[in-house]
């Protein structure tokens, strides 16, 4: 019924069985920031009911304040990276594939605490928004030991075993801040008046990751155009910004561009190929070439107004036509594990719908 889904997929010499890539979602379920046999659980749940790799909840690198909740894993120190050992042994047992998704939250404050970081806030420019001071502006000798954290977080992760690695560049996190005119006000290499110079940071970063994991390890970057707080800012107002976005970091190292917008139905640009034209992941791949994820909604049913329909025939036909190559799904696979296997046996009458209560819970 949705033949599309489950089709192999190649990335460099990792192959999946499936389209279907469970998305990372913020959990806050590691005390100490140290994975338990809890979390090793649920992803290993994921694996039995079909997902085709899973890309884990942010972890954080070895900054001081990188980490905006006390329960948000560690990517760093031997108790959290035994405990992410244990995780990717527990996924490959049951014959799956998995990535870790590393991050730093830079200045974004906790949502769900009011719980402080030990040590400097940091940002490019001591910036939460345009005109809303939060923490300092980051040094050169910041930057340079922050690409030096992301390295060594993507060098455990090679040792560990697992089979990818995401980096956070998106939602308003310390890499998107660079990317931000607003919050980059820079006056060195670092910034500039183009998305392309205020890009330099994240490929300078890219580029130490992927000497660290070696040539043949799949590298993935988040990307957004929407930032915590409002969805309909745009980064890039054009395909061709886009592209000049985009494109140096795809020659830094990166393999595959997930591409992260609040509906995957949603044109990027809908004054240049109509209202149901091009995704996000869709203008990225046609722009750079590279391998992209879309998501965003996947499976989820709609708010009152919105015309979109549970259906996924829609999406299977954008992923017929090539227009991106992997399908991540969030929230309807934190509700139900077993989602692809329903969805591939057809029987959607068995798919337990998505409950804001199941957040609170490793279901």
């Not at 998107?176 to 060195?188: A, G, M, S």
């Not at 994991?213 to 993935?220: A, K, Q, R, S, W």
């Not at 992923?319 to 992997?326: G, H, I, P, S, Y």
Request: aromatic fraction near 8%.
């Amino acid at each position: 019924m949705f033949h599309s889904l489950f089709q192999p997929c190649r990335l460099k010499s990792l192959t999946l069985e499936n389209r279907i890539v469970m998305a990372p979602m913020t959990r806050t379920f590691a005390p100490g920031g140290v994975p338990t046999r809890e979390i090793a659980d649920y992803y290993r749940r994921r694996v039995e009911g079909g997902v085709g790799l899973i890309i884990s909840e942010g972890a954080v690198v070895d900054r001081p304040a990188a980490r905006n909740h006390p329960g948000i894993p560690l990517f760093h120190g031997t108790q959290a990276l035994d405990g992410w050992g244990q995780v990717i042994a527990e996924v490959h047992r049951a014959g799956g594939k998995m990535g870790p998704q590393i991050w730093h939250v830079g200045p974004e404050p906790g949502y769900r605490t009011e719980w402080m970081p030990d040590g400097k806030i940091e940002s490019p420019s001591g910036l939460l928004e345009q005109g809303r001071p939060r923490g300092s502006a980051m040094t050169e000798e910041d930057i340079a030991d922050t690409i030096a954290a992301f390295a060594s977080a993507a060098a455990s992760a090679r040792a560990l075993g697992f089979d990818v690695l995401e980096i956070h560049g998106a939602h308003g996190y310390l890499i998107d801040k660079f990317f931000q005119p607003e919050t980059n006000l820079r006056t060195d290499r670092y910034g500039g008046e183009s998305l392309k110079q205020r890009s330099r940071f994240a490929a300078e970063l890219i580029r130490s990751v992927r000497r660290a994991v070696g040539p043949d390890f799949p590298l993935i970057l988040r990307v957004s155009q929407w930032k915590s707080g409002d969805f309909d800012y745009r980064l890039a107002r054009t395909p061709q910004e886009l592209g000049d976005w985009l494109m140096p970091l795809v020659e830094a190292g990166v393999d595959v561009l997930h591409c992260s917008q609040r509906r995957f139905w949603e044109a990027a640009f809908p004054e240049v190929d109509g209202e149901r034209g091009l995704n996000l992941a869709g203008w990225a791949k046609k722009t750079t070439g590279a391998t992209t994820i879309t998501v965003g909604s996947v499976g989820i049913r709609p708010e009152p107004g919105c015309e979109h329909r549970l259906d996924l025939t829609g999406l299977c036909r954008r992923l017929d036509r090539e227009e991106f190559d992997l399908v991540a799904v969030g929230r309807a696979i934190l509700s139900d594990p077993g989602w692809p296997m329903k969805l591939r046996a057809g029987d959607l009458d068995a798919v337990t719908s998505f409950d804001p209560a199941h957040v609170a819970t490793l279901a």
